[in-house]
């Protein structure tokens, strides 16, 4: 198979992403392809820190407000739906730059996802949510570390969503869900991925998160999660179950103030930070750049035409 060159832009979350792949595609006349498991759903925008509709006029950028929060939109949708957006972005002779921090969208795109969707079951799902909420997320992560430990070991006890989505695989199969992973048919998509790594000091990335987060909440933050709340999106769908969201919602059920709201989020934040920042130092091909040195910026470019390169298509 002749493999398609292309470059994604990861990193942790406030490492500075977005503002460098704004520059990166102005030099290289890219449109962007937005790797966050939560900007394809509409409304969410200040919550989800997506870019300003003016700047996607002048830079067109891909799976964005794709869903309404309460759609069931899977990883294979968000795979399909990419694979089409680089076939016209290639057609338009542009360049596509993916930029985002969800590391389970990344595996699926360029290292073989199932080619067919797991099964599903509601009642199971709300048995396990159930059980976490009344017992506590520990007693869960306990419960798929008897029946998968591979898995367990990957999913953070904390990461409800994902360890109930593994027991419910286990439930519905009767295999674990690394052994279903592992055995099932793959879906290659013919890409050869360049990752661009960004990284800094850890105490860096945590000033930006707490800087991020306070301008968020002074933006209407607040206000976003209310009206989401008012127009029946609420903590019932997945996407409201995230971070920032969920904390918003106990803030308008009377569950907490404000302040510890914002308290909360941003130490969640910080420990999301820290777990990307270990499923990123997994992936390769990678080139890691220190952000808090410079922006790197003739460099990574660089970096990006020596890999495309390979592409024809840009070499004549």
Known sequence: MNRQPVVALIGATAVGKTALSLLIAEKLNAEIISVDSRQVYRYMDIGTDKVSLSVRREIPHHMI????????????????????????????????????????YYNALFHASLNSELPSDENIREKYETLANSQGAELLHMRLAEVDPETAERLHKNDIRRVTRALEIWDLTGKAPSQVFSEGEKRDYGFDVLYIGLSRSRQELFSRIEIRLEQEYSSGFPEEVAWLLEHGFDQRFNPLKGLGYRELIDVNHGKMKLDE????????????????????????????????????????????????????????
């Open 261 to 316: 709201a914002l308290e909360i989020s941003i130490s969640r934040t910080k420990a999301f930070c820290r777990r990307q920042q270990t499923w990123f130092k997994k992936f390769e091909p990678v080139i890691w750049f220190d952000m808090s040195e410079s922006n790197h910026e003739d460099e990574i470019i660089n970096a990006i035409k020596r890999h495309l390169d390979k592409n024809e298509d840009f070499n004549s």
């Open 65 to 104: 407000d794709i869903a309404d929060p309460d759609e069931k939109f899977s990883v294979s949708d968000f795979a399909e739906k990419t694979v089409k957006a680089v076939s016209r972005i290639f057609a338009r002779k542009k360049i596509p730059l993916f930029v985002g921090g969800t590391p389970f």
